[in-house]
């Protein structure tokens, strides 16, 4: 994604503060934070997948300071339970009821760190949390506060000792982001920031606030959409289902293709990147910058296609260089 230019006005530059703000807590990952933003403007969760030591964690928690939203962060590990992310039910002996002690995830912003490492019953907690908005403590439903936004992180390197995220799950996050190593003038301006191991300037005010978010959530759904930017965007997920039908010779790669939800999605993100673009409109070129981003946790290769070499992105790739705005 290049460097966005945001025309004056006061969401876009509300917007370019925001990014302004976040690259001088995260250097070298513009691409990571714009699509943080994108996201949080298109209101859907986001996994964030890459090696240890790129800034991750940093970056999730640089936009949750910047925005000012209560924030907590999990640790996944395989020894965790379901009640250790939504909480559970104490028993009171003085009036003989059960009380209700909400967990961690009942926040804001919530950093699932290395989610793949715990077991799918721990990892499956967080699907109704991510989908209603609100968990089931016993008999109590406690609705989330809004907004609520999770931000999962996984290492696509090590393999033993964790539970890849069935289809249900990864269905439910709004992006996929794949965080590549910094260029090498980035690294070299790591060197200088102070505090590199602690948070960066926790005194720093905020810029935004829930009211903010939501606003800017409000304004990203107003964004229009031409009929044909949502065939375009359409055509885009059923070809990885249907590929033969649009004239593509894919079918023996692709084991599954993107759900209905991922038209929602690419939609939804489309107009998110047209308001960071500074533009009250879709255009082809917001869809296809982030039908990888949406589509490839979507769409599971086949066992031919990983014999091949050839990974989700590249067949993703392959949709988009044969399907046309109608």
Known sequence: MPDLDPTPGPSGLLIARLIGRLERDVVG???LLERLVVALL???????????????????????????????RIQFTPDLLPADLTGTQVYRPATGTFDVRTGPIVASVVLADEINRAPAKVQSALLEAMQEGQVTVGDRTIVLPDPFWVLATQNPIEHEGTYPLPEAQLDRFL??????????SAELAMLDLDGLARDAEPDRPPLLG???????????????VASAIKEYAVDLVRATRDPAGYGLDLAPLIELGASPRASLALVASARAHALLSGRDYVTPH??????RDVLRHRVLASFEADAEGVTPDDLIGRVLDQIRVP
């Open 29 to 31: 990952q513009r691409p």
């Open 42 to 72: 298109a209101g859907g969760h986001v996994l964030i997948e890459g090696v240890p030591g790129l800034a991750k964690t940093r970056s999730v928690r640089a936009i949750a300071r910047a925005l000012n939203l209560p924030f907590r």
């Open 175 to 184: 992006m996929k982001l794949h965080v590549d190593y910094p260029g090498r």
């Open 210 to 224: 829930p009211d903010d978010v939501r606003a800017l959530r409000a304004e990203a759904a107003s964004i229009r």
């Open 286 to 291: 917001d869809v296809k910058t982030l039908a």
